[in-house]
């Protein structure tokens, strides 16, 4: 998974890709899924933002990515529609289905892989620190345990 500003970057190298390959008459499918890749990430990221993690809440500004993931699906959806209409043009009405077709194909294969593979990643993260952050209490408590013994002479 990306953030929404470079998905959006990459969503516009894709467009811009597929519509000289569909001017061209040429095959624009890996433009196409490049581009429901991006569109994904991004509503991903919107799913995620209404939801964020205690890290994510501590470390970032919840306005601001709030701001970047709207612009990006504002302008993902003025993507779309140029890619709608070329395609619903160049190809049909069954070359459209098609298009939308492939977008839900590729939106379940990343929800199954990459985006589970970052919720991992970030689970494991998140427990590791928390791991450590009880054992260092639990640490500094014996240590202060002790102290608080020696110093009275009971140890």
């Known amino acids: ?3 929404p500003i470079t998905a959006l970057s990459v969503a516009a190298s894709a467009v811009s ?3 000289s390959l ?3 008459g040429r095959d624009a499918t890996g433009a196409l899924a490049k581009f429901a890749g991006a569109v994904s990430d991004v509503n991903y990221a919107a799913e995620k933002a209404k939801n964020p993690s205690i890290w994510k809440s501590l470390t970032g500004s919840p306005e601001a990515e ?3 993931i709207f612009a990006a ?4 959806q003025q993507m779309r529609k140029d890619l709608e209409t070329l395609i619903s043009f160049t190809y049909g009405p069954k070359g459209l289905d098609d298009y939308k077709e492939t977008l839900r194909r590729v939106r379940a294969q990343r ?3 990459a985006y589970r593979q970052a919720e991992i990643k970030e689970a494991v993260i998140v427990w590791t620190l928390g ?3 009880t054992l260092a209490g639990v640490a500094g408590l014996g240590v202060l345990l002790y102290a608080i013994g020696r ?3 009971k140890w």
């Open 66 to 68: 709030a701001i970047e």
């Open 111 to 113: 929800k199954k892989t």
């Open 17 to 19: 890709n597929a519509k």
């Open 73 to 76: 699906q504002k302008k993902m």
């Open 151 to 153: 110093n009275e002479g």
């Open 131 to 133: 791991t450590l952050v």
């Open 22 to 24: 569909i001017a061209a």
């Open 1 to 3: 998974m990306i953030d």
